[in-house]
């Protein structure tokens, strides 16, 4: 069973930018593809980015490109996302997840683990 634990959400303006982080424990991290999620009030829950067990392959939505960054350290067990111009639709709860697959994984079904999420709210 493994657990991830997020943190690093806060209140921000718009413009500035945020470290996400969740750790992992309860199982061996670099055998799952990692992803962050998020979702807003009143939205379904969407993709945000996505890394591979590797690290080595990352996928991201268009409306993040160039703005956020997903990384891992395995020494740490922990996976992160770089959120900079933040912008208000970038508001939400944000999900870590894990899946016991390959590649970078986009849809919410086949992550097997979850996060209890942590605010991301910015302000105009």
């Known amino acids: 069973q493994v657990q991830l634990v997020e943190s690093g959400g806060g209140l921000v303006q718009a413009g500035d930018s945020l470290r996400l982080s969740c750790a992992a424990s309860g199982g061996t991290f670099s055998n799952y593809a990692m992803g962050w999620f998020r979702q807003a009030p009143g939205k379904e829950r969407e993709f945000v980015a996505a890394i591979s067990s590797a690290g080595t392959s990352m996928d991201y939505t268009d409306s993040v490109k160039g703005r956020f960054t997903i990384s891992r350290d395995g020494a740490k067990n922990t996976v992160y996302l770089q959120m900079n111009s933040l912008k208000p639709e970038d508001t939400a709860v944000y999900y870590c997840?894990?899946?016991?697959?390959?590649?970078?994984?986009?849809?919410?079904?086949?992550?097997?683990?979850w996060g209890q999420g942590t605010q991301v709210t910015v302000s105009s």
């Open positions: 997840a894990a899946a016991r697959l390959g590649g970078s994984p986009r849809y919410a079904s086949v992550y097997n683990y």
